[in-house]
């Protein structure tokens, strides 16, 4: 792996700003472009995140990199008094609010910007927190971890959806194929900005997977920590408790 970041735009920004600017302009046909380039998939790799949150039954659940908001509401299923989503691009948070005005759902769900490695909340704070397809656009992956160890209440849990590399056939090749062809192009012509999906499999290539992830989070001293591969090997679920 290389000590270069992998960035969208690849300009003389930080990774951290890169991908704001990214999902800013990307936040208008996101939500489209999210369930129509998964085919759907995503729904059910949500539903799953949640239900491995369920044991601790949170009533005080952080969405980090919430992007719209899609997992936050997801969480509603577990009944909590609170959740507030966070994510660094504000574009993105303006079309999440408007989603939980329409729903009904904004005195529960709150979307609020902010930076995932500089956690605006007290320590031990959630009981529960859920990140999907969020930590491998992070500027500082451990740091970012760090601060949601920190957030968690002792007994508390996290849950991370991320994309991996499928590695058995045909799923590989044909997830391969599409990661990098059908998605930038698709992505490009809809959102009108081709670094943004062009970025996607670049990011998933160049993030530490499966063991290699399970073993940052051990040492920066998540307990029974687990990694549950979904749909192949597209995506993973990882689980890690305070």
């Not at 960035?7 to 472009?33: G, R, T, W």
């Not at 009944?79 to 904004?106: A, C, F, H, T, W």
């Not at 549950?228 to 679920?237: M, Q």
């Amino acid at each position: 792996m290389s000590d270069k970041p992998v960035k969208p735009y690849n300009s003389e920004k930080s990774k951290k700003e890169e991908v704001e600017q990214m999902f800013d302009n990307i936040s208008a046909k996101y939500d489209f472009l999210n369930h129509f380039l998964s085919l759907g998939i995503d729904k059910i790799w949500r539903k799953k995140a949640v239900k491995a949150l369920r044991s601790t039954e949170p009533k005080r659940i952080l969405d980090i990199a919430t992007g719209t908001g899609d997992f936050a509401i997801a969480n509603l299923k577990l009944d909590p008094e609170k959740v507030v989503g966070i994510d660094i691009s504000n574009g993105m948070l303006e079309v999440g609010r408007q989603k939980m005005i329409k729903r009904k759902i904004d005195h529960i769900v709150t979307m609020q910007q902010a930076d995932s490695e500089m956690l605006p909340f007290e320590d031990c704070y959630f009981d529960g927190l859920t990140v999907g397809f969020g930590v491998r656009n992070f500027e500082n992956l451990e740091k970012g971890l760090s601060e949601m160890l920190r957030v968690l209440r002792p007994g508390g849990k996290a849950v991370i959806l991320e994309f991996s590399k499928p590695k058995t056939f045909p799923i590989k090749q044909a997830f391969g194929f599409y990661s990098k062809y059908i998605i930038p192009t698709l992505g490009k012509n809809i959102s009108k900005d081709e670094k943004a999906y062009a970025y996607l499999p670049e990011s998933v290539e160049a993030f530490p997977e499966g063991k290699d992830f399970t073993d940052i989070l051990s040492k920066l001293n998540y307990k029974q920590v687990t990694a549950s591969p979904v749909s192949g090997g597209i995506a993973t679920i990882y689980t890690g408790i305070k």
